[in-house]
């Protein structure tokens, strides 16, 4: 008996390898993208990979020939059932399974033959094969997400003391730096990284192999102990022993996982959007020399990217509707919502999101410039709590909240800002100097620990970072060094 660690075709290579066989094209590496991942072809490699491995587990505990299952894994290659000639048997059989099987055992051996698909059920084999498809997906997903990580970390270091209005309900209310707002994003984006490794625990122990209604009923007297030995052949965990081809919760929860990482980039993407606007300027989306944002309208540039990202967070969520409609099903499986294709989609969107995420923030240019006159349109105002907080020792705070607000007021009727307004106020007069004023509404000095808020942040997610599971065959790419 042999067991083997599986990395997509890496699995079948050292299967080959104790079969005596050659091993095709096309084997040896695990799709690069998610959309790769869901091709097809690759799907039926997978279906041919689950299908070696339920032989060999089979072979070990003596339910069928060990040479049945070495010639079965020999064979498990889509070079061995084409796209064709699977769709011409499908149109006689109409039965996506039957016309898979029916094709590739034409290239077993007579002896072997009878062996393939042994005791297993369609549902079996395709759950299967799609907990493999979401488990690549999910490593690549996180190996992006990742990579956004560290633009991120490089841009709240770069920007940790680049001073801009912070905003609520639209409106200036107190200074913040640029770092402190990417750091928000950093520490979300790794609450999504968590997320998404959860979901891989949970993923790896998601192989099933329990029949028609999940009673192992047509698998042998050995058959729990098959279906451990199963999923170590596909490098997964031991199975859950519950039967969950009638809940699908766990792929439920990958979509929900997704939803939110959408929601994430769909708030960059409308924060971006906004802060391009004409009236604010204070970041920008690079664009080619060559791009046009308008037929009519030259001196247009359109958040193109930004937009892109609003609309995926709209999108990604409806289909985790449809993927959480599913944990409610019918008696043992019966399924009618078409949940694989909703799974691809869901990723394969996802994976576009992050990618157009990337793009952005990697060339994304601030304009400190701007930020710096904007946080003066409302000349000074902005800096009132700071100040009355410098008054509160002498007037009481409830007090200084209430002149400073009358004091405001009356600047607003004079149209005069807010340094002059406190100076001839005669009350403020006597408790602040002129340099005193200066000083208090200069926005560099109420940042609070915003800087020390960022180095916290980078600091935590550089230590979670080393948990990260790397993405088989290769490292995880990263920027910046950072590991």
Known sequence: MHFVRYCGGLALAVA????????????????????????????????????????????????????????????????????????????????????????????????????????????????TAIVLQLRRSTLLLIEQLREIEAILIDLAQTH?????????????????TFGKKVSGWIGENRRDIERMKAILGELNRSAILKGAVGTYAGLGAKAMDVERSFAQELGLAAPYPDDWHGTRDVFASYALSLALVSKLYGAIGQELFLLQMTDIGETSETRSSTSVS??????????SKSEVLIHASRTIPRLAEVILDDVVNFFERDSTVGPDMALKDISVQTEKTLKTARSLLAKLQVNSGA????????????????????????????????????????????????????????????????????????????????REEVAAVIAQAKALRKGDPQVEGRHVQTTGGIR
């Open 160 to 176: 940790q003391d680049t001073v801009m209005a912070g905003r609520t309900l639209g409106q200036h209310a107190l200074p913040i």
């Open 16 to 127: 080959f390898a104790f079969a005596g066989g050659v091993l095709p094209a096309r084997a040896d590496s695990e799709p690069a993208s998610v959309a790769d991942v869901f091709d097809d072809e690759q799907t039926n490699q997978y279906v041919l990979e689950i299908e070696a491995a339920m032989a060999r587990a089979q072979a070990a505990h003596g339910a069928i020939p060990q040479e049945a299952a070495d010639a079965i894994t020999r064979k498990a290659h889509i070079r061995f059932a084409t796209a064709a000639d699977i769709e011409k048997e499908r149109h006689l059989v109409q039965h996506r399974m039957v016309a898979l099987i029916n094709v590739w055992r034409r290239s077993i051996d007579p002896d072997a033959r009878q062996y393939v698909h042994y005791g297993a059920t369609t549902v079996d084999i395709y759950d």
């Open 294 to 303: 308008s037929s009519s309208m030259a001196q247009k540039v359109n958040p």
């Open 371 to 450: 930020m710096a006159d904007n946080l003066g349109r409302t000349k000074g105002f902005i800096m009132a709590q700071r100040v009355a907080f410098a008054l509160a020792p002498q007037m009481g705070k409830d007090e200084a909240d209430a002149h400073l607000h009358d004091v405001i007021h009356q600047a607003l009727e004079e149209k005069i800002d807010f340094r002059t307004a406190l100076l001839k106020d005669a009350k403020v007069a006597k408790m602040l100097t002129s340099k005193q004023v200066d000083e208090l509404l200069d926005p560099r000095g109420y940042l609070g620990m915003a």
